[in-house]
Structures are given as C-alpha cells and as structure tokens.
C-alpha cells in the first residue's frame, strides 16, 4: 500500500482494544501508558514538511495580531499540511512500529483491522529484532532522580523542576528542525550508552508487559532535544 502526505498504514496487533472506532489499549486511560504496537502494512514515500515556511512568516510578523489575513492564511495552511518533525522515511512493510495512540488515527474502510496515522505519531521500529528510533526520540533507562542543582547550573529556578539521569539504550537518526519549536536544535552525536540528564516531566513510560518486545521494564522514550545534558 503506497501512501501520501505522510501517513502510515498499520494493523495493531490484536491485544489492543477498539473503542470508538480507534484501536488503543485497555490501559490507556493512565497517562503512564502513551503508546501502542502494530505491523506497518503501508507507507508514504516523502514526508510533508513546511516548518520552514512557517517559521519565516511567523518571523516576518511576529504578533499575531498585526499579521495580514493572507500571512495568517498561509500559515494556517503550510502547518495543516506539515508534520511535526523534518525527517526522513525510514520504516517499510512488514516493520514493528511503536505509536502514541493519542495521536489522530482512523481506521481504513476497505481494511478494518488496519488504522492510518501521520509519521510524526511514531516513536520506533524494529526490524528482524533491530530497534530503530524515530523522529528524534531516543529509549533510555532511567538512573535515580535528582534535583536540578546537585546537576546542572541552569540560568532559572523552578521549585518542582527536576531531572533525571539516563542511560541511551536505542536512538535513531535526527530531526533537523522542528514544527512547533522551530528554534529547539537536536544533540547530533551518537549518545547509544551515554548518561544523558533530561527533564522528567518530558519523558514518556514503556511498560514491558504492556507491548512486550522490550527487554526491560523501566524504559522510558525521550526526545533529542530534550536533553540538559550528557556525560562524554
């Protein structure tokens, strides 16, 4: 199956539940669980993105209250059409993918154990028992919390920010720019068994039992340009 602007075919595997039209999992009511399992039956060969463009108007004019109706309409359009992240396509047919289950889905009429999705809702994919991350997020295994201070010298304080200490066990390629946070810059360097510290509120859990694939429990999905920091 060949498909365009940048959607994804995939049947979920059959654990999952459907509920209104949608497969998610029995369990997703808990903010804990984010993301659900299924096989890649189809994909689109070029992934729509138009951040760029969107960037240079909301730059041009910054307030959205002065910027021309036409500004603001073009805008509104390239975001529509654009996914979240500049990436490339990097699943094919027959792949294992792993998706947030919070993102718009619809099941396909001619295929109803088959639901589509934009590429940008996918976290990884394994391959023939590869792992392969994707849109920037990285699998990490958490260390033990910490305060912010006893870690990193940053230029604001926030009672309840905290950070966490990482371990990278999969990542996968970069985003080379962002829709929504433009000016966010992926860490470009391998980071496959480095201590990373990262924001906690930022971090989505994995659950073993829930999609058993991984090999551990306590895995936990990060974004690149999440990262406080690392250790060389």
Same mark, same amino acid.
């Given at each position: 199956m ?14 999952? *539940? ?8 029995? #369990?997703? *009511? ?6 659900? $399992? ?8 070029? &992934? ?6 969107a960037?240079? #108007?909301?730059?041009r004019?910054?307030t959205? %209250? ?7 309409? %073009?805008l509104? !359009? ?10 490339q ?5 027959? !792949?294992i993918? $792993?998706?947030d ?6 099941? =396909? ?5 088959? #639901? &589509?999705? /934009? ?14 991350m994707?849109?920037?997020? &990285?699998l ?5 919390? /910490?305060?912010h201070?006893?870690?990193? %010298? +940053?230029?604001?304080? %926030? ?14 390629s ?7 946070t433009?000016?966010?810059? !992926? ?10 510290? =990262? ?13 058993? +694939? ?13 990262i ?5």
């Open positions: 060949i498909l365009k602007n940048g959607y994804v075919a995939v049947r979920p595997f059959k654990e999952t *539940e459907t509920v209104n039209g949608i497969y998610i999992a029995p #369990i997703a *009511e808990s903010k804990d669980y984010m993301s659900i $399992v299924g096989e890649v039956v189809g994909r689109s060969e070029h &992934l729509p993105y138009y951040g760029r463009e960037q240079e #108007i909301r730059e004019y910054p959205a %209250d002065y910027r021309p109706r036409e500004a603001q309409a %073009d509104c !359009d390239l975001n529509n059409r654009s996914l979240n992240y500049e990436t396509v990097e699943i094919n047919k027959g !792949d993918v $792993v998706f289950w919070k993102q718009k889905a619809f099941n =396909v009429d001619s295929h109803e154990d088959q #639901i &589509l999705m /934009k590429y940008d809702a996918l976290y990884m994919a394994i391959t023939n028992g590869e792992y392969r994707l849109n920037g997020w &990285l990490v295994e958490p260390v033990k919390y /910490k305060q201070s006893e870690i990193l %010298d +940053l230029s604001f304080h %926030d009672g309840e920010f905290s950070t966490i200490e990482a371990y990278v066990r999969h990542e996968g970069f985003v080379t720019h962002y829709r929504e433009p000016y966010a810059v !992926d860490m470009n360097i391998p980071l496959k068994g480095k201590k990373i510290f =990262v924001r906690k509120k930022r971090m989505k859990k994995v659950e073993k039992e829930y999609i058993g +694939l991984l090999d551990n429990p306590h895995y936990y999905f990060i974004q690149r340009r999440d406080l920091g690392y250790e060389p």
